[in-house]
């Protein structure tokens, strides 16, 4: 088992592809920390004088719609009374924390994609270039060239996750550090928290991509399936009321609760009264895990039973 496992490491550091996907992930990274650094600058004179605006243009609203002293006035503007405070109107700058949540929930989904595509090349390669069916002639035992296959593909998820965290990271810091100084750079236990939910949902994605590809033996049925899955349940979700359990198993409310600690599913058929949707269900972190958990193990069960009775030799 230790060899297999040591070949299947060694050929995954061979491949082009990963040097590639870890470029990539860096390459996210930074453009997510371009994308959102407008988030955390700092207050400018511009933004003191659209606030005023903003004020100005809502007080002479006020003065127009609720300043004649008639019944339909009355009942319009009610305790309504024109705004003072220029502070409601200012942009609030991102804390550090909230700014590298929002690059990395920006570069997520890029990242579980290059993931999956990674845990599944690994293995469909082996299929599409027939090197399986050598493999199996020297190893006849199929569950220890799976589960190292599927190991190995899993490690490559994990590399290029720490890669775009860690690059995430760091374009983050030196993107804050030059808008608004060291003294602002402050974060909660939130920061960490979401780092770590990443790091699990691109376990489990590597752990499925790999182990499927090892049932059906293709990169791309296995990238169909997942494509197919998600779209799938989004439409679904859309689809049926938001009181329905069935929610609580979509892949897709699934995967948000995984990245997010929770999901809020709203029924868009239900108006509270403040004109909003009602909350149907909140899927819980805990749910989301253990239902990830078991599903990916059911995955490389089924795959594992199915790939010991294919005839690839044939």
């Not at 007080?59 to 309504?80: I, K, N, T």
């Not at 899927?283 to 069960?301: C, H, K, N, P, R």
């Amino acid at each position: 088992m230790s060899s297999l496992l040591r070949a299947e490491l060694l050929r995954l550091v061979s491949r082009r592809l990963l040097v590639v996907l870890l470029v990539c992930m860096a390459g996210v990274a930074a453009f997510g920390a371009a994308v959102f650094a407008d988030d955390a600058r700092p207050l400018t004179v511009h933004d003191r004088q659209n606030a005023q605006y903003l004020l100005d243009s809502e007080r002479e609203y006020f003065e127009q719609e609720c300043s004649e002293a008639s019944a339909s006035s009355e009942d319009v503007c009610g305790d309504w009374e024109p705004p003072t405070d220029i502070q409601p109107f200012l942009r609030t700058p991102v804390s550090f924390g909230m700014y590298t949540e929002r690059v990395v929930t920006f570069g997520f989904p890029i990242m579980l994609l290059a993931v999956a595509v990674l845990a599944a090349s690994l293995v469909g390669g082996e299929f599409s270039s027939g090197n399986i069916g050598t493999q199996l002639l020297f190893t006849p035992r199929r569950s220890p060239l799976l589960i190292a296959k599927v190991v190995a593909g899993t490690v490559g998820g994990l590399l290029l996750a720490f890669a775009q965290l860690g690059a995430t990271l760091a374009f983050s810091a030196i993107m804050f550090l030059s808008l608004r100084g060291a003294d602002d750079m402050t974060a909660d236990i939130d920061l960490p928290l979401s780092l770590g939910r990443v790091v699990v949902l691109a376990l489990l994605i590597a752990v499925m991509a790999g182990a499927l590809t090892m049932a059906v033996g293709s990169t791309l049925i296995t990238a169909g399936v997942f494509a197919v899955t998600l779209l799938g349940s989004v439409m679904l979700a859309d689809a049926i009321t938001g009181f329905s359990l069935t929610q609580l198993l979509l892949p897709s409310n699934i995967l948000w609760a995984m990245l997010n600690g929770s999901h809020e599913v709203f029924d868009i058929a239900s108006f509270g009264y403040d004109g909003g949707p009602v909350l149907a269900h909140v899927i819980t972190y805990d749910w989301a895990l253990a239902y990830s958990v078991i599903g990916t193990l059911l995955i490389v069960a089924i795959s594992l039973w199915w790939f010991r009775r294919r005839d690839i030799l044939r």
